[in-house]
């Protein structure tokens, strides 16, 4: 099991630029987060997914934010335009299920926008 | 609804010190209960899961943590640190009262000195 693959590890960019960070989650798993991790909020849910369709994206901060699933194996997580404030290490996870089940979580993107 | 609070952001021991890491959840329902650790530049790993079969749960590295029902309390503990043990700890609850969404704390930042 490779676990949950995010790419790149590492984005800089310039503000007003297009952002997309990806991610693969465990095979099997149904359900997938995406969490915003910094020094000030620390781990904010951003959307979760379940089955492909997203089920709360309450957390996602601004229009600016999108984030899609087309199939079990692949997410998205896109800004545009990125601004300064997005700077941040953003993370994907799984579970096969909810409730006792713990997150697996992906090394993170860490986004730095200038 | 469902919260959780991690008593200090940064906690210090010298090596070989009893380590406690406190957390304290709020859950109108039987809560689920998670501790999860942060490496330098990686994701977060399960360390210990508490699911009502035992009031005191085993995890990896040496850790444990005790649910307490009474205190609403779930702290972290290990007898003897180790400089690997160096690095960020977070608590969690997940209940039917937040859709068995985790609630992470704000996590608290473990510094072990020689």
């Known amino acids: 099991d490779a676990g949950v693959i995010q790419s790149p590890r590492h984005e800089v960019t310039e503000m007003g630029q297009e952002v997309t960070l990806r991610c693969k989650p465990i095979?099997?798993?149904?359900?997938l987060f995406w969490y915003r991790q910094t020094m000030m909020r620390g781990l904010e849910l951003l959307i979760y997914?379940?089955?492909?369709?997203?089920?709360?994206d309450s957390g996602m901060p601004e229009d600016r934010f999108s984030a899609k699933m087309p199939n079990a194996s692949f997410s998205t997580l896109k800004i545009q335009p990125s601004e300064p404030r997005d700077s941040a290490v953003y993370f994907c996870?799984?579970?096969?299920?909810?409730?006792?089940?713990?997150?697996?979580f992906g090394n993170g993107t860490r986004l730095t926008v200038t | 609804a469902q919260s959780v609070t991690q008593l200090g952001s940064h906690v210090s021991v010298s090596e070989g010190a009893l380590v406690l890491l406190r957390c304290n959840y709020s859950?109108?329902?039987?809560?689920?209960l998670f501790w999860y650790v942060q490496y330098p530049n990686q994701g977060l790993q399960l360390l210990l899961k508490?699911?009502?079969?035992?009031?005191l749960v085993k995890g990896i590295n040496g850790f444990e943590a005790e649910f307490k029902k009474s205190e609403t309390s779930f702290h972290l503990t290990k007898p003897s640190a180790h400089m690997s043990d160096a690095a960020e700890y977070f608590c969690?609850?997940?209940?039917?009262?937040?859709?068995?969404?985790?609630?992470f704390g704000r996590g608290t930042s473990l510094i072990v000195h020689p």
């Open positions: 508490y699911t009502s079969a035992a009031t």
């Open positions: 859950s109108s329902v039987p809560p689920y």
């Open positions: 996870a799984s579970t096969n299920r909810l409730d006792n089940s713990p997150l697996h």
């Open positions: 997914f379940n089955n492909n369709v997203p089920i709360d």
């Open positions: 095979s099997g798993h149904d359900y």
């Open positions: 969690a609850v997940t209940s039917s009262g937040g859709s068995y969404i985790p609630t």
